[in-house]
């Protein structure tokens, strides 16, 4: 017993073991810190840039229209940055598990918390025109490292299709897409649209269904989204 | 006898009174060789494994916060110390993951154990010291700090950096490994 005690301090005595300074310790926290602030900010970035994408493909509203709705939905994620996303959340974990708050606790709470506070801060920050503006700078190839990101808008899912209404029957109607291409939109069996009543001619719509080679389409999905 | 409480005496050290240091190595020193020899199983190298537990808790000293208990952070050092060496040595049983799946979701068994008796908790920790080496790491050394190390969920949670109701889960899984492969004499 003696013994080691005489090598600890022995080492102390020597210098060999050196007592770290308080401002080592908190210089420490500060960096954990910066990493966790770093990391939130680019949870919140990529978030934020999911809801855009999905915006700009006018996937999301996609969901309110039933099973398919929901897997048109699903494949349209852009999941290398959702993957971004889970590590950066499982780096957090690492970061952060050290402290009490983190591991006395089931990892799911604190994994549900960061979903939580992403979610709500994405949503705000979805609201804002802070994507729109990166997207106009990414355009000009003034956005670096992230440039590339952009260019998720430009490969839609094929069953996603937007244009204005340009004739409109009775079991349908004809819509001109951006490309000046025009498709012929039927109503399937249980199409739901809960403005089917109120379609005019030069409405905005995404449609969402299987474009045959002829230019029809049969939808089994219709939204209005705007005049 | 030295009355003052671990985290008096270990302020004095932050304060660089060296000598204070030597009241923590006193008392402490017997616990972690005793964990230690029961963590790692031979003695050789123990002696090298404390000595370095003691240089790191001295060296990181200014990092212990007084406001909490001394002897889970200095069994934290030692835990940290016993793994890595376990590591190097590749004989350890058992893996310490990054992400055990018992650490992930919340278990019913929040609160602690009602106390076992003292002849069951005696008749325990003899059963646990005959089967230390049979026992996985991941619910031996839960077992070792509430058994023989009379700590409690708190500390052990602070000492493995698991959750306090994981604490209870692997203690009461390992007390059934324990009386599965507990050689039952008659």
Redesign the interface.
């Known amino acids: ?1 003696e ?3 005489d ?3 022995d ?2 005595k020597t210098g060999k ?6 401002s ?2 908190v210089l420490q926290a500060i960096l954990v810190v910066t990493g966790t602030v770093l990391l939130f900010a680019g949870l919140l970035y990529l978030a934020s840039f999911v809801i855009f994408v999905l915006r700009q493909n006018d996937t999301l509203s996609a969901a309110g229209f039933g099973v398919s709705g929901w897997y048109l939905l699903f494949r349209s994620l852009p999941w290398s940055v959702l993957l971004l996303s889970i590590a950066l959340v499982l780096i957090l ?2 970061l952060l ?2 402290y ?1 708050f983190v ?7 604190f994994l549900f918390g960061v979903l939580i506070f992403t979610a709500l801060g994405s949503f705000f920050l979805a609201a804002t025109s802070f994507q729109s503006i990166l997207e106009r700078y990414a355009s000009q190839n003034n956005v670096p490292l992230m440039g590339g990101f952009y260019r998720f808008e430009d490969a839609p899912p094929p069953e996603i299709h937007s244009g204005d209404i340009i004739l409109l029957g009775s079991g349908g109607f004809v819509i001109q897409e951006p490309d000046g291409e025009t498709s012929t939109v039927f109503f399937a069996p249980g199409t739901p649209s809960q403005f089917s009543d109120n379609f005019q001619t030069g409405d905005l719509v995404v449609v969402f269904g299987d474009r045959e080679p002829n230019g029809i389409i049969d939808a089994f999905g219709i939204q209005k989204i705007g005049p | 006898m030295d009355e003052r409480k671990d985290e008096d005496v270990a302020v004095l050290v932050q304060q660089g009174d ?1 000598e204070s ?2 009241v923590l ?2 008392r402490y ?2 616990r972690i ?1 005793r964990y230690a020899r029961r963590f790692l199983f031979q003695g050789d190298d123990v ?1 090298d494994i ?2 370095e537990v ?2 790191k808790a ?6 212990f916060d007084s406001d909490r208990r001394f002897s889970p952070w200095l069994y934290r050092i030692a835990h940290n110390e016993f793994v890595n060496a376990g590591r190097k040595r590749q004989k350890e049983r058992g893996n310490i993951s ?2 055990d799946a018992d ?5 019913l068994m929040t609160a602690e154990e009602a106390a076992d008796t003292g002849a069951v908790r005696e008749e325990l920790k003899h059963m646990l010291t005959d089967s230390l080496e049979k026992l996985d790491a991941k619910y031996r050394e839960p077992l070792v700090l509430y058994y023989l190390e009379d700590m409690d969920y708190k500390a052990i ?2 000492i493995l ?6 604490v209870g889960v692997r203690l009461q899984r390992g007390k059934t490994m324990l009386k599965k492969i507990y050689p039952w004499k008659k």
């Open positions: 017993m013994e080691i005690e090598k600890i301090f080492a102390i073991a050196k007592m770290r300074p308080k080592y310790f974990a690492l598990r050290r009490a591991y006395q606790r089931p990892l799911v709470y | 060296v240091f030597r190595v006193e020193e017997p060789a002696k404390v000595q003691f240089i001295y060296v990181n000293i200014k990092s990054l992400f650490v992930l979701f919340p278990h949670s602070d950096h698991i959750p306090v109701s994981t």
